[in-house]
């Protein structure tokens, strides 16, 4: 049994800037209201320390494998309830050039294993805490991208 969810948002920033925000894990406690801390090193099998916090919902802490690292284009894990094959979650952020200097992200998950089912409800609020995410996500980058377009150019 699996599920899946995606949300997207098109950003007014490119995507080294989008990136650059996304993988800034020290800021994350002042701009996401989802994933409320993140520490670790975005290469790929380093171990990540994520804590979420769903909308209506107790936070929880997992510890997830990094899958792909692309700079500018994908940051993935796959993290674990516990043995793999009872609750696993692959999450992904994909970074879409959209030209410009507009960039399309597309987060997602794909839930599987036998607890799945039993997980409803809980991933109606998953599907708010992207949503959530993605808008305070486009809010920083787009307020980082207007104070480097604001700033002179370094010698």
Same mark, same amino acid.
């Given at each position: 049994?699996?599920? +899946?969810?995606?949300? @997207?948002?098109?950003? =007014?920033?490119?995507? $080294?800037?989008?990136?650059? *925000? ?9 701009? &996401? ?5 993140? @520490?670790?090193?975005?290469? *790929? ?5 994520? &804590?979420? +916090? ?12 990094? +899958? ?6 994908? %940051? ?11 609750? =696993? ?5 994909? %970074? $879409? =050039? %959209? ?5 399309? *992200?597309?987060?997602?998950? +794909? ?11 809980? %991933? ?6 992207? $949503?959530?995410? &993605?808008?305070?996500l486009k809010d920083r ?15």
């Amino acid at each position: 049994m699996s599920k +899946t969810i995606t949300t @997207s948002i098109e950003i =007014d920033a490119a995507p $080294e800037v989008v990136w650059r *925000v996304l993988t800034d894990f020290a800021s994350h406690p002042e701009w &996401n209201p989802f994933i409320r801390q993140i @520490s670790g090193e975005v290469s *790929v099998g380093s171990r990540l320390r994520v &804590n979420i +916090t769903p909308p209506g919902g107790r936070g929880m802490t997992f510890k997830p494998a990094v +899958t792909a690292a692309t700079p500018d284009r994908e %940051l993935a894990w796959l993290g674990s309830l516990g043995v793999r094959g009872v609750f =696993d979650g692959a999450h992904s952020f994909v %970074l $879409e =050039d %959209l030209g410009g200097g507009r960039t399309r *992200v597309t987060q997602s998950e +794909t839930f599987g294993g036998v607890l799945v089912p039993f997980f409803g409800s809980g %991933l109606d609020s998953t599907v708010q805490g992207f $949503e959530q995410m &993605n808008r305070a996500l486009k809010d920083r980058c787009e307020r980082v991208a207007d104070v480097e377009a604001d700033s002179p150019p370094q010698p």
